[in-house]
């Protein structure tokens, strides 16, 4: 064992030190501790909430959508689905028709938001249409050829919805009749009821089949999107410009990055936020570790007198007091990073923290925590931990032993 090191374990557990010393000692590992604890959960909390939401993002819309400005929609969608598909990345293409209609059910009346699809290819590739939580995933006409309709658990809960149930929806796209415009009106059957685990599409969307979509709208054999799903989403950017070359003059191609870009750069900032003002925290504890030093430095005066004047060099002596501070850091930190990332875990796999999913369109608090967040957060608790340290050490080395001892 270095002489250093073992002057600096026995100087911190000492049980003659001052109890107030030793009480400052303590407040420093727990300020340290506190810091970052607090930190690595809310940064996993952070990372969750993003990681969640992407998640969810990604899988119930497009990567990249791609239209037609000003053409009233894209007319050889077939052929331009096959076309685009076959772009390097690109794992499917399927045409859509998105149209805002009035849904009336037993007197009542909302607007939502209708998606006609291909039911085979968008089964694919929707995970919403993956997790029907009542009825089936059948989009066949009943025996009397009302089309069917498959609804957001949120809406089918709030209106008391049920397979079997019919309802009308009404088309703000009316047709010309000798009594002026009128709107198109449909009854649709519900069979089944997804849960996407996102508030905002389970509140206000419902599917059908892109015929009935098009008769709806009375717009004829066209739709107004291609949406692409993406073996790499991250690839949206580069690929949507490959995608709007390839499919001619007039096309426009956005991402889900775009589409969301304001609400990541949110989640971004909160998290830039959160590390700062949490890591005052740390800082604070960083002045505990200071004082700890300083009150050791004049309590240990004597000590260190006799040690220069055996012969310690000034190097060693400051070396003795920078383990001191450094083993309070180290401590605090391993012990942070022990509770935040067991809080952490326990908190995310049991969902113990309820949200409410109309304001942070998830259920519960997502907890994903990161390693190198846990890395960097423990560099510089550690190196505010170390500067914290250098001017007591400083300032022990810098005593001289002849002034002390004078009288003794």
Not at 59 to 78: C, F, K, N, Q, R
Not at 107 to 130: F, M, Y
Not at 241 to 266: C, H, I, K, Y
Request: charged residues 15%; neutral net charge; aromatic residues 10%.
């Amino acid at each position: 064992m270095r002489f250093e090191w073992f002057v600096a374990r026995r100087y911190l557990r000492s049980p003659y030190r001052p109890a107030v010393l030793r009480l400052v000692t303590l407040f420093s590992v727990v300020g340290v501790a506190a810091g970052v604890a607090t930190l690595v959960i809310a940064l996993s909390m952070n990372t969750g909430f993003r990681e969640t939401l992407q998640d969810r993002l990604l899988g119930v819309t497009a990567h990249i959508s791609l239209t037609h400005p000003g053409s009233g929609g894209i007319h050889d969608y077939e052929a331009l689905a096959a076309k685009l598909a076959a772009l390097p990345g690109v794992k499917s293409v399927t045409p859509a028709v998105y149209q805002p209609v009035l849904m009336s059910f037993a007197g009542d009346a909302r607007g939502v938001v209708t998606k006609g699809i291909d039911p085979q290819r968008e089964e694919h590739s929707d995970e919403a249409l993956r997790h029907i939580v009542a009825g089936k995933l059948d989009f066949s006409a009943d025996a009397d050829g009302i089309g069917a309709l498959v609804v957001g658990h949120q809406l089918a809960s709030e209106w008391k919805l049920a397979p079997g149930d019919y309802v009308t929806l009404i088309s703000p796209q009316g047709r010309l009749t000798p009594f002026g415009l009128l709107p198109r009106t449909r009854r649709f059957r519900i069979t089944g009821v997804f849960d996407s685990g996102f508030y905002d599409y389970d509140e206000n969307w419902c599917f059908l089949t892109l015929a009935a979509a098009q008769t709806l709208s009375g717009a004829g054999d066209i739709v107004n999107v291609l949406e692409f799903r993406l073996q790499q989403p991250e690839r949206a950017e580069e690929i949507a410009r490959a995608a709007e070359q390839a499919a001619g003059p007039g096309f426009a191609a956005s991402t889900w990055m775009d589409q969301n870009r304001a609400l990541f750069r949110a989640l971004r900032l909160e998290k830039l936020v959160t590390a700062v003002f949490i890591g005052l925290i740390t800082f604070v504890a960083g002045l505990n570790i200071l004082v700890v030093l300083s009150m050791t430095v004049t309590d240990k005066a004597r000590d260190v007198a006799v040690l220069m004047s055996m012969g310690a060099r000034r190097a060693q002596i400051r070396t003795i007091f920078l383990w001191q501070g450094i083993s309070i850091g180290a401590t605090g930190t391993l012990i942070g990073l022990a509770v935040g990332y067991l809080f952490s875990g326990i908190a995310g796999a049991y969902r113990l923290i309820p949200l409410d999913p109309q304001v942070y369109a998830v259920p519960y608090v997502p907890f994903h925590p990161s390693v190198m967040d846990g890395v960097w957060i423990a560099v510089v608790a550690m190196g505010i931990a170390t500067l914290a340290t250098i001017l007591p050490a400083r300032a022990a080395s810098r005593l001289l032993p002849v002034e002390i001892l004078r009288y003794e």
